[in-house]
């Protein structure tokens, strides 16, 4: 059964950063390619960053590129996300998946909650 399981959440500043935590249960994890998403109030899933199975491949939206540090630990089954210079505009629920094909699986975890304020 796949599972994904984010933390690391929560307010913070303008400026701010935070480092989010993605437990996975999946079969053969470190065969994956994982991404991480996001979904602000109002507005649709959207695409952040991806990392390749073997750590070597990573990509990233045109906003977050620079400020977003994707990173994986095949040991763990753990996925990560390191966000500096936070922007109001980050605000959203993030979550992992895999990205096979370059699409996430069906199965979404709860996410976790980035609040960006002053």
């Known amino acids: 059964q796949v599972q994904f399981v984010e933390s690391g959440g929560g307010l913070v500043q303008p400026g701010g950063s935070l480092r989010l935590t993605c437990a996975a249960s999946?079969?053969?994890?470190?065969?994956?390619?994982m991404a991480w998403y996001r979904q602000a109030p109002g507005k649709e899933r959207e695409y952040v960053a991806h990392i390749s199975s073997d750590n070597y491949s990573l990509n990233y939206a045109d906003s977050v590129k620079g400020r977003f540090t994707i990173s994986r630990d095949n040991a763990k089954n753990t996925v990560y996300l390191q966000i500096n210079s936070l922007k109001p505009e980050d605000t959203a629920v993030y979550y992992c998946n895999t990205f096979l094909s370059g699409r996430p699986r069906d199965t979404w975890g709860q996410g976790t909650q980035v609040t960006v304020s002053s």
């Open positions: 999946v079969r053969m994890f470190r065969t994956y390619p």
